[in-house]
């Protein structure tokens, strides 16, 4: 009888192993956190719905913002330093002289983003989007990969 439940029980920890980066979810009190105080370093805000949020000079160095929807988010100088974001939507976001520097934006889409003056150096950028993206003056010494068809005010 337990060889039995063994056996059934394999293939749900190989599913949840396997589906492990699914199930994260964004921590409330961080959000709620970041949200009162736009300060929230190291905050798990994984899959966070922020759209269109005001978070202007917010602190968010070192945060886990993957797969977070931040679509038209104000984020103009924001800290964004080393920050995980993955797969994070932040088309039309404002990320005007955000510091973004050795941040991880794999796979990360920035179609129409305002980047003007960002600092992006050092940042993984394999598979981000940036059409449309205005990165006129942004700093971008270092980063790795990033697909900037159709960008405009592109340096490398």
């Not at 589906?19 to 905050?43: F, G, S």
């Not at 917010?58 to 679509?71: D, E, F, I, Q, V």
């Not at 205005?134 to 005010?153: H, P, V």
């Amino acid at each position: 009888m337990k060889k039995i439940i063994i056996l059934m029980l394999i293939p749900c920890f190989i599913v949840g192993t396997l589906q492990h980066d699914i199930v994260l979810a964004a921590n409330k009190t961080h959000v709620n956190k970041l949200k009162q105080t736009k300060k929230c370093k190291r905050c798990n805000l994984s899959g966070a719905k922020l759209n269109n949020v005001r978070l202007i000079r917010a602190n968010l160095r070192g945060a886990n913002l993957s797969r977070a929807r931040l679509r038209g988010a104000k984020l103009r100088s924001a800290d964004l330093r080393g920050a995980n974001l993955n797969q994070a939507d932040l088309r039309r976001a404002n990320l005007r002289s955000a510091k973004i520097g050795r941040a991880n934006l794999r796979n990360a889409d920035l179609r129409g983003a305002n980047l003007r003056g960002a600092d992006l150096n050092g940042a993984v950028l394999h598979g981000a989007r940036f059409k449309g993206a205005n990165l006129a003056g942004a700093k971008i010494k270092g980063a790795r990969g990033g697909n900037f068809k159709g960008a405009k005010g592109v340096r490398r």
